[in-house]
């Protein structure tokens, strides 16, 4: 295949993570480019520089080891008036509360997410799963083997966060509802998109 010039590559890279519509990672970028990861890379840089220069309607996400494309925060006020027919309602305070101390404490399990908040959260738990924002990690070498659970990709999508070392400070106080509150300063100050959006325990509809 010819190589491409540095600005078809830019170009290329683009066409890649739209028709993508998801995450899509490093080393498949590099295979389909035909380029090391330190020049893939360099190109996202440049095409998330781009972007933000010209304050286009999209930008350039890295999370961890992958990168997607997703709607400017500035512009989510007018991205929500075009889609508010199937816009979802926010995390309710228990999801927040139970998604805070999995986000700070992962991988945890069910029980010590209960220790913390003192009441049951299986209901919640099952919730954030099939929300996509939580998954299981494995099972914790104890007796009954329980499953351990850590956030996903699509949580720092969410909340738009390239890793989990951009989460606020851990609150000095442990209580459950300062890490709810911490999180959702977060999320407010991210200013998300209507595609980052994610519902409360009793919605119907999965986060986008």
């Known amino acids: 295949m010819e190589k491409l010039e540095q600005k078809e590559m830019i170009a290329a890279l683009e066409g890649i993570l739209f028709?993508?519509?998801?995450?899509?990672?490093?080393?498949?970028?590099?295979?389909?480019?035909?380029?090391?990861?330190?020049?893939?890379?360099?190109?996202?840089?440049?095409?998330?520089?781009?972007?933000?220069?010209?304050?286009?309607?999209?930008?350039?996400?890295?999370?961890?080891?992958?990168?997607?494309?997703?709607?400017?925060?500035?512009?989510?006020g007018r991205i929500r008036k075009a889609f508010e027919r199937r816009k979802p309602p926010q995390l309710s305070q228990?999801?927040?509360e139970v998604l805070s101390i999995i986000a700070y404490y992962q991988p945890t399990t069910r029980a010590y997410v209960e220790q913390v908040r003192g009441v049951d959260s299986s209901y919640t738990i099952n919730l954030l799963l099939e929300r996509g924002l939580i998954e299981e990690a494995g099972r914790l070498s104890v007796?009954?083997?329980p499953t351990l659970f850590?956030?996903?990709a699509h949580f720092l999508r969410c909340f738009s966060l390239s890793s989990l070392e951009e989460l606020p400070p851990l609150p000095q106080t442990g209580e459950e509802e300062q890490l709810a509150r911490q999180l959702g300063a977060a999320k407010a100050e991210q200013g998300a998109s209507d595609e980052s959006?994610?519902?409360?325990?009793?919605?119907?509809?999965?986060?986008?």
């Open 19 to 76: 028709a993508a519509g998801e995450p899509i990672g490093v080393e498949r970028l590099c295979l389909a480019l035909e380029l090391s990861r330190d020049e893939v890379d360099a190109l996202c840089k440049q095409l998330a520089d781009h972007y933000s220069y010209e304050r286009r309607g999209i930008r350039l996400l890295r999370l961890q080891d992958s990168y997607q494309l997703c709607s400017s925060p500035e512009y989510a």
């Open 94 to 96: 228990p999801a927040l």
């Open 143 to 145: 007796p009954g083997r």
């Open 150 to 152: 850590r956030t996903t």
């Open 197 to 208: 959006q994610t519902p409360e325990d009793g919605g119907k509809a999965g986060a986008t």
